[in-house]
């Protein structure tokens, strides 16, 4: 009994539970419906050229069979006619009918698409697009590139599922299955309409047969495939394509110059063997390889009957100088080594380095430099010395640090970079520092002439404003010049490292001897520039407040004031003597530059300085630097026991007087310090009368004194002064200090305000310092002026009242000097000498992204597209690049990539016009042909000829391929052959390098009396590469 129970238990399958299959299939049908690609109506063939130029767009879902997942895309031609006429003509209920008939009389879409002419051969497409000229179609594709379809089951499974899908919805969207390996482009596919089907396949082989390498056998495989049996048979439409490939262009310059040796025979040029390379001032440019690879001609016949040509293995009727339609197009070389791009590149790549310029020349400087280094650490130390008198000679710190050198002690034969290169390079850097002899004399005409004038003028003007980098043409663009150049050829890092370290020996030997640096702006620190040139200009501006001490303390005692009063007019007297301003200081030292044309320049310089001195001032040494007192308090001033120097006058008149007062300035060189009250003081510092005006408290005119200059300061010590004063915090005492603080250069003025007036008031300094703030009454005269100060300076402890009172008559000439331009100078100094090739990189980068740009815009073409819009984009980048508070290398790289690109652009223009030169073409229109011709092609994929072999354009290029076939036959041209004979043996074209042929025809399948339907096979063959047959063939599913 238990075995019979045990027979009776079976298994119960569901086959109402959905399979992996039929969830592949239910998936694509729901597919098919939210895209709406189920029961629309036929679309009209594609317009002429839509298919390379219109829009493409596609749609894209995930669908999953068992384990496999697969991508389903929809790509369609976005059609703006057809979306505008539907809309405007929406069929009405009582037309139902009349389309019903219409609709059975028109072709499905994509039946249209095969067989239609307008679109054989597009420049740009998708492969399914070219070879069936399909506007809109499905692929499913595996999600990995690694999972293909490479078995046959497989492909016949998804193929038969498809149909399934199609039948189901009644959708006429052809669908294709990608198989086998993603590079070989094979698909199947299949497309379901009403009473008939389309089937799609691909052949894909290395090599063609020999028997279906010419028209005629695929002529025979297309008619075999049909398999049609009517007679006679329909004819069949031949398209053909034949590609020439034109590499080797007759008489086309390099695209770089040669080496200047190899130009000049000239080998003791220091560029003698770098490509793109004239000297250390110019960035190079273009490419060193021909961007242009090579030139595509396309020679079309569109449209011919099998019966008018021949094709075989023996004969061709196809002869390009026959074709009715010419194409061409130009194929760019992906790298060609563009030589402003690599030279950045290589220069942002030190940015990243750690090393210090130390690390770097450990081994190639003499014991020399170590010993002078040595000198340097026992600074401090002697200025930490008690303080004795004068005579004694305290050393300062210019006198400690060892005298500099312009050069850096180098081993022979080590440093990266040779003498003669490091001399070039800084005759480069400081043109003032060659001899007279050997300046280069430049006239303004021939500078204005280098001057491009391009639409571009706007952008090179305001490109100094946009970017915080340095004025056009400053040292620091010829440095950071010199700084690529000797990246890429004088040793690397290393060869930076020696020439910065040689810059700022220099800057110091400057700094020394007083020589201003040339190609720095004078002035203040111009806080629109970045922190380097800023920098610079503190250190010109310590250099000529040197000068000017040094000057002033000298007292212009040469010349007596009635001797200066007959040179010249008083008021050329004042400016001559008095004028602060950077031109004339410097100008006061150009016959002091003479040491760069010997090495005796400090033995003279020093001399002519002794001599300078008047015999009756023995006391005065020229050598001193510290022209200032440094007033601290008064006991220490009393213990200088210096007596009160003579005082001399000298007569100016005052510009503002009309009766012609003499204005005495007085040039006392006391140093006692004993100020008892201002009235009973002597004048000092007086500069001229301020007009009318007079002293409250006396009869006495109102001069004005001379002052200091306020303090420059460069950004980062605003920030640091912005610091300080934030950390005093909110306190009584803070606030107080923040104020003493900030009114330092104000209590300078009313000390030397005292010392010109004595006797005067704080209503008087507020009269000539602040108008404003001096309020005359009604009955105010100006013999008897009468007023009061403003309410803001009457309150109870304002700062101007306590300033006041805390300030001693002191003259400016010795006051502590609000700007000690020895310690500013150190400061610079030590920021130049302290900072690593790394950092000098990135200090350097707004001026190198503003030379390039610089360059590009030398170099632009006005017939490249977009090319203004990428400059205006570069600009526009980089200035926000230069001004973000922390310089960034990443985004300069960007920048590098940018300009990279731009570069490439206009290196492609520029070969691509030598090229076609217009010594090949003779009339005047034939050339504006060829330079609309040049131009389409930087702008287009495929440039259509017009006129064909006849046209200019087509006949310059026939001239192009019958110059390379002599090359390469190496034909010599002579006078006295025949013409006729060298043409006979030389063909005028290579052979095809590619191939093309579409068939068409319409015709009943599978049987004769079935609807006939069209039919196209389209083969490509590139010689040695691939033969790929695309077949698409039609069959009756009613009259079978």
């Not at 007085?666 to 009235?679: F, I, R």
């Not at 000539?768 to 009454?777: A, G, I, L, N, T």
């Not at 000439?813 to 609000?818: D, F, G, N, P, S």
Request: hydrophobic content about 35%; some cysteine; overall charge negative.
């Amino acid at each position: 009994m238990a075995a019979d129970e045990d027979a009776d238990v079976f298994e119960i399958t569901d086959f109402t539970t959905a399979s992996d299959w039929e969830r592949f299939v239910a998936r694509l049908e729901e597919l098919l419906h939210e895209w709406k690609l189920v029961n629309h109506n036929p679309l009209p063939p594609a317009p002429r050229g839509s298919l390379s130029t219109g829009k493409w767009c596609e749609k894209t879902e995930t669908i999953n069979f068992a384990d496999f997942v697969f991508l389903v895309t929809y790509k369609y031609l976005e059609r703006n006619d057809i979306q505008k006429t539907g809309e405007e003509q929406r069929p009405s209920p009582d037309d139902e009918s009349e389309e019903k008939e219409s609709s059975e009389d028109t072709l499905p879409t994509v039946m249209a698409d095969m067989m239609s002419l307008d679109n054989d051969f597009p420049s740009k497409s998708h492969c399914l697009s070219r070879w069936y000229g399909l506007q809109e179609f499905l692929v499913i594709t595996p999600s990995q590139t690694s999972a293909a379809i490479d078995s046959e089951s497989r492909a016949k499974i998804l193929l038969s599922s498809v149909s399934i899908a199609l039948n189901n919805t009644g959708s006429p969207l052809p669908v294709f299955i990608q198989v086998q390996q993603y590079w070989r482009k094979m698909f199947c596919g299949a497309c379901v309409l009403p009473g008939s089907s389309i089937d799609f396949d691909v052949i894909h082989l290395k090599t063609a047969p020999p028997q279906y390498n010419h028209l005629s056998g695929l002529l025979d495989v297309f008619k075999a495939k049909m398999a049609t049996q009517i007679m006679p048979r329909p004819t069949v439409m031949v398209a053909v394509r034949f590609t020439y490939i034109l590499t080797e262009w007759h008489n086309t310059a390099w695209p770089q110059e040669p080496p200047v040796s190899f130009i000049r025979k000239d080998f003791s040029s220091l560029m003698e063997d770098e490509v793109g390379c004239s000297d250390f001032g110019n960035l190079p440019f273009g490419a060193c390889e021909d961007p242009v690879s090579e030139m595509q001609l396309a020679c079309t016949w569109p449209s011919l009957s099998e019966d008018m040509i021949v094709e075989n293995q023996s004969y061709s009727d196809l002869d390009p100088m026959q074709a009715p339609q010419w194409a061409a197009r130009i194929i760019m070389t992906e790298d060609p080594n563009c030589l402003l791009g690599k030279y950045l590149s290589e220069f942002l790549k030190i940015a990243h380095r750690k090393e210090t310029v130390e690390d770097l020349l450990w081994n190639v400087l003499s014991k020399e430099e170590d010993d002078q280094t040595a000198d340097i650490s026992q600074a401090l130390q002697k200025l930490t010395e008690p303080k004795v008198a004068k005579m004694y000679n305290i050393p300062s710190l210019s006198n400690v640090v060892h005298s500099a050198s312009s050069r850096l002690a180098i081993k022979p034969g080590q440093a990266p970079i040779n003498g003669d290169t490091l001399t070039a390079l800084l005759d480069f850097l400081f043109p003032d520092a060659k001899p007279n002899w050997e300046k280069d004399d430049k006239s303004e005409s021939e500078n204005e002439s280098n001057k491009p004038n391009s639409k571009y003028s706007h952008i090179r003007e305001n490109l100094s404003k946009q970017l915080k980098s340095a004025p056009d043409g400053s040292l620091l663009h010829n440095l950071v010049i010199a700084l690529v150049m000797v990246n890429m050829h004088h040793g690397g890092i290393r060869g930076v490292a020696q020439l910065w370290q040689e810059f700022v020996l220099e800057m110091r030997y400057r700094w020394e001897n007083k020589y201003p640096i040339s190609g720095i702006s004078p002035g203040s620190p111009n806080l629109g520039t970045c922190l380097l040139y800023q920098k610079l200009q503190m250190l010109n501006c310590c250099i000529e407040r040197k000068i000017k001490r040094e000057q002033l303390f000298k007292g212009y005692t040469g010349q007596s004031a009635d001797d200066m009063t007959d040179s010249g007019s008083p008021d050329d007297v004042m400016s001559s003597h008095l004028s602060t301003s950077d031109s004339e200081i410097c100008g006061a030292n150009e016959s002091e530059e003479s040491r760069y044309e010997s090495k005796q320049h400090s033995k003279r310089d020093d001399e002519k300085e002794k001599e300078d001195i008047p015999a009756k001032r023995p006391h005065l040494d020229s050598s001193s630097d510290d022209e200032f007192f440094e007033c601290g308090d008064e006991g220490e001033d009393s213990e200088d026991g210096c007596t009160e120097m003579e005082v001399e006058t000298v007569m100016a008149k005052d510009k503002s007087a009309a009766d012609g007062d003499m204005v005495s300035l007085e040039m006392s060189m006391t140093s006692s310090s004993s100020y008892v009250d201002t009235a009973t003081n002597k004048p000092e510092g007086r500069l001229a009368k301020s007009g009318d005006l007079k002293l409250l408290n006396s009869e006495e005119p109102l001069y004005i004194p001379i002052t200091q200059d306020p303090s420059p300061m460069t950004e980062d010590m605003l920030e640091e002064h912005a610091e300080v004063l934030a950390r005093l915090g909110t306190s009584s005492e803070g606030a107080q200090l923040r104020a003493r603080m900030q009114s330092a250069c104000l209590v300078s003025d009313m000390e030397s305000f005292k010392a010109a007036n004595p006797g005067c008031v704080v209503e008087d300094f507020v009269r000539w310092y602040s108008p404003r703030d001096w309020v005359e009454d009604e009955d105010s005269t100006k013999e008897n002026p009468k007023g009061h100060l403003s309410t803001r300076m009457q309150i109870p402890g304002n700062i101007w009242s306590e300033a006041w009172q805390s300030a001693k008559p002191v003259p400016a000439r010795r006051q502590k000097r609000l700007f000690d331009d020895t310690k500013e100078a150190e400061k610079v100094l030590h920021f130049l000498s302290a900072m690593k090739p790394a950092d000098v990189v990135v200090h350097f980068l707004p001026m190198l992204l503003h030379s390039s740009i610089f360059k590009i815009i030398d170099n632009e073409d006005s017939d490249i597209p977009k090319l203004k819009d990428m400059i205006e984009h570069l600009v526009s980048k980089a200035s926000m690049v230069t001004r973000t508070p922390h310089q960034e290398v990443r985004r300069y790289e960007d920048l590098v990539k940018l300009m990279t690109l731009a570069e490439t652009l206009i290196a492609r223009a520029t070969s691509l016009k030598a090229k076609f030169p217009n010594s090949l073409e003779e009339s005047s229109s034939g050339k504006e042909d060829v330079g609309k011709f040049i131009s389409d092609l930087l702008h287009h994929t495929e440039v259509p000829i017009n006129g064909g072999p006849t046209g200019p354009v087509g006949n310059m290029i026939h001239k192009l391929f019958v110059a390379a076939q002599k090359d390469l036959h190496m034909v010599i041209e002579d006078e006295d052959s025949n013409d006729d004979i060298s043409s006979n043996t030389v063909p005028d074209f290579p052979k095809p390098t590619a191939r093309e042929y579409i068939l068409r025809t319409a015709a009943p399948r599978p049987a004769p009396y079935s609807k006939s339907l069209p039919h196209k096979m389209t083969c490509c063959i590139i010689e040695g590469h691939e033969f790929r047959l695309a077949g698409a063939f039609s069959t009756d599913t009613i009259f079978q």
